[in-house]
């Protein structure tokens, strides 16, 4: 028996799908040494046929780091740790933007781990951008602007007020999640990577507003392009593991009225600091 993975690239920026390896079952120190070259080369790797339980992908992601409880979203009986992203006509997508997740906080998540558990009959595809390839196109004077830049992320942004009123608990939490988390600033670009998205950044507090919206909204759209990005075609069971730092994904929200039904672990990383080029 071997621990030898198949790696086969989707893109020549971002993306791979993997064979040889159930995540279900403790990876051996073979296979996890593979898995993060992987993700370090292609950001985002694909697993096909990987039925998982909560308790096994707490495990299978407790391997990478320490594990983020969301402050708002559900989460798995079994494990606090696995959120659910349960998502149809009465509860309609709130990520079908661009996004990296949860950059609202000081140490935003290196890794997420995402397993589909129920899909629609057709729709629902996730797609990832390279924040790596983003930056690697932009002009060196403007890189080296953002390179001096930071960034303002704020939880609200994507969680307002009026998607956590239905009921008093949820008000109550989210209010409490605002309070915990007030906006707070992250370099511009690190890793040689941009670290802005759609999902949370609000404004680049070292420019006048005018330039920082412009600038802010030029960044959000050139993430976009098409050469940036891998596709997925979610199947049941199917598994993505990427780094949460130099990517970002939108998930489409094309499947209403059917039901989508998502868990996730996130894996938290270090405060980003300056990385020069």
Do not use: C
């Not at 598994?239 to 489409?252: C, E, G, L, P, S």
């Amino acid at each position: 028996m071997t621990d030898k993975l198949t790696i086969t690239p989707l893109g020549p920026h971002i993306g791979a799908v993997i064979a040889g390896v159930n995540l279900a079952e403790p990876l051996s120190q073979g296979q996890f040494e593979q898995l993060h070259r992987a993700l370090l080369k292609y950001q985002v790797l694909f697993f096909r046929n990987q039925p998982i339980t909560p308790r096994a992908q707490r495990a299978l992601a407790n391997r990478f780091g320490d594990l983020h409880i969301h402050p708002v979203y559900p989460h798995t009986e079994e494990a606090e740790e696995i959120i659910v992203l349960d998502t149809h006509d009465d509860n309609p997508p709130d990520n079908d933007n661009w996004h990296t997740d949860v950059t609202f906080i000081e140490t935003p998540p290196a890794l997420a781990i995402l397993a589909a558990k129920q899909l629609p009959p057709t729709g629902g595809d996730t797609l990832w951008a390279s924040g790596i390839a983003a930056l690697a196109a932009l002009s060196p004077p403007l890189q080296t602007l953002l390179a001096g830049l930071e960034a303002e992320h704020d939880f609200t942004k994507s969680f307002p007020a009026h998607r956590h009123d239905d009921s008093e608990e949820a008000r109550q939490r989210w209010q409490a999640a605002v309070a915990r988390h007030p906006p707070l600033r992250h370099p511009v670009s690190g890793r040689q990577a941009l670290f802005v998205n759609e999902g949370f950044t609000t404004r680049l507090p070292g420019l006048p507003p005018k330039e920082s919206d412009a600038l802010l909204g030029f960044l959000f759209e050139h993430i976009t392009r098409p050469e940036f990005q891998v596709r997925w075609r979610w199947q049941e069971n199917d598994i993505a593991i990427w780094d949460n730092r130099v990517t970002q994904h939108y998930a489409n929200a094309d499947y209403l009225p059917a039901r989508r039904v998502m868990h996730r672990a996130t894996i938290l990383g270090d405060k980003p600091f300056w990385r020069p080029g």
